[in-house]
Every structure is written in structure tokens, then in C-alpha cells.
Nanobody, 124 residues
């Protein structure tokens, strides 16, 4: 089964910025809803941000609202997560999750396809 693929993780300083990207070669881009989740060591995977098929509805976890921005680029078939002013508590493995359902929520079970994840470290 073809999975989504994340890129762009790495080390970022608190207050800096980092951009993550995701492509899903296994599905038709315009048919997909998409979300970013993250998981820190010893913690459950949690919802970060989600976007609908048209890109006009976006949802964010309260912890990242106003700092992170999710977007989609139909010309490049790519979703992105712009992380501004990250905090140490934003560190973890970030996962791209997609679904061909018409609506996506904040639960892990709302998404059928998952990438392998990309590590984000927030440290000075």
C-alpha cells in the first residue's frame, strides 16, 4: 500500500520557523482530506491541524492556533504545515494523514493513510 510521505523535519530553535510538507502518491490529491498529527515520546498521537478537500476549511489544535498554518497546493499536489514560533512542547514526530472521506475530524481513526513521520526537535 502506498503511503503518504512527509518531509521538512529537523531542528528548529524556539521562536524560529519550520515548514513540513506531505505528498500522497497513492491517492488523487483533490479527493483527499488531510491532517497533521504529532506524537511525543511517551504520549499519545495528537491532532495538530486539518484541512478539507478545497482548502477552505482548516482546523487547529488549541495549542498551535495562531502559530501554525496548514495549507494545500493543488499545482504541486502538496500539503504543508508552517510552524512559526515553535515551543519545546511542539517537538515530536509529525505525521501526515489522509483520507478520501468527505469529512475529517480530529481522531486518529478518521484517517486511513499515514506517513512514516518526520522528526521535529525544538531546542536552542
Amino acid at each position: 500500500q502506498v503511503q503518504p510521505v512527509e518531509s521538512g523535519g529537523g531542528l528548529v530553535q524556539p521562536g524560529g520557523s519550520l515548514s513540513l510538507s506531505c505528498v500522497d502518491p497513492g491517492r488523487t490529491f483533490s479527493n483527499c482530506i488531510m491532517a497533521w498529527f504529532r506524537q511525543a515520546p511517551g504520549k499519545e498521537r495528537e491532532f495538530v491541524a486539518g484541512i478539507n478537500r478545497r482548502g477552505d476549511i482548516k482546523n487547529y489544535a488549541d495549542s498551535v492556533k495562531g502559530r501554525f498554518s496548514i495549507s494545500r497546493d493543488s499545482a504541486k499536489n502538496t500539503w504543508s504545515l508552517q510552524m512559526n514560533t515553535p515551543k519545546p512542547e511542539d517537538a515530536g514526530i509529525y505525521y501526515c494523514a489522509t483520507s478520501v472521506a468527505s469529512f475529517g475530524g480530529r481522531r486518529v481513526t478518521d484517517y486511513a493513510y499515514w506517513g512514516q513521520g518526520t522528526q521535529v526537535t525544538v531546542s536552542a
